[in-house]
């Protein structure tokens, strides 16, 4: 009965011209780049449609905070939400071409004993770097004289010959165009971090809603 229900509301959406307010939650970093410039081309898209973009970089509850999606880094979490996968992204590990000059590149995750790491202080296990050796995950400890609570400081200490660092790929773009950091142990990377877009599996989805997916 539930398929048939949204087997109808589809079929209805389809004629309609989308409006109303559409509630979508994302990550602090990541939505300025990449979720905005989205938004931006879908409202001039669908001009009835107003947008109430939530950041927040925990995964929230949708029903409590009334969101019709989010878009989700990592696994949905939560296996009752429906999903969609949008693609993926690398972490990566990335120094200075001045720290490198000056202490070697390291050529193994073993190697990381022996260097500076900036450290990211809220990452629940921050002095536990993931890699994949030999096809299997292992972690590799790792330290250093400087630290940060923030993305920014982190990456900024990095350019600055303070360590090595690990990120995000997408957040290093402007660093890595520019020649400021370079990436090293490519070789042992983690698997792609999967992104998707969720949603609560008891909404019927609005017509902004589904193009909104279809958009995404």
């Known amino acids: 009965l539930a398929e048939i229900a949204d087997a109808g509301l589809e079929a209805a959406n389809r004629g309609a011209e989308p409006s109303g307010t559409l509630r979508l939650g994302a990550s ?7 979720v905005v410039p989205l938004i931006a081309r879908f409202m001039a898209r669908h001009p009835k449609v107003m947008v109430d973009l939530r950041l927040s970089d925990r ?9 019709d999606l989010a878009i989700r880094i990592g696994e949905p979490g939560d296996t009752d939400l429906k999903a969609r996968r949008l693609g993926a992204l690398r972490r990566v590990v990335f120094a200075a071409p001045s720290y490198l000059a000056a202490r070697g590149r390291p050529r193994h995750p073993h190697d990381l004993a022996e260097h500076a790491c900036v450290i990211r202080s809220t ?7 993931a890699f994949m050796i030999d096809g299997r995950l292992a972690h590799v400890r790792v330290d250093g004289a400087f630290r940060s609570d923030n993305t920014m400081a982190v990456q900024a200490a990095v350019a600055e010959g303070l360590g090595l660092g690990t990120a995000p790929l997408w957040q290093l773009r402007a660093l890595l165009q520019a020649g400021a950091v370079e990436i090293v142990l490519a070789d042992y990377e983690l698997p792609p971090v999967p992104i998707h877009v969720v949603w609560p599996p008891s909404k019927l989805l609005a017509a902004r809603t589904r193009l909104f997916i279809d958009h995404l």
């Open 59 to 67: 995964f929230v509850d949708m029903i409590e905070d009334g969101l």
């Open 28 to 34: 602090v970093l990541f939505a300025p780049v990449f």
């Open 123 to 129: 990452d629940p296990d921050s002095q536990r770097w």
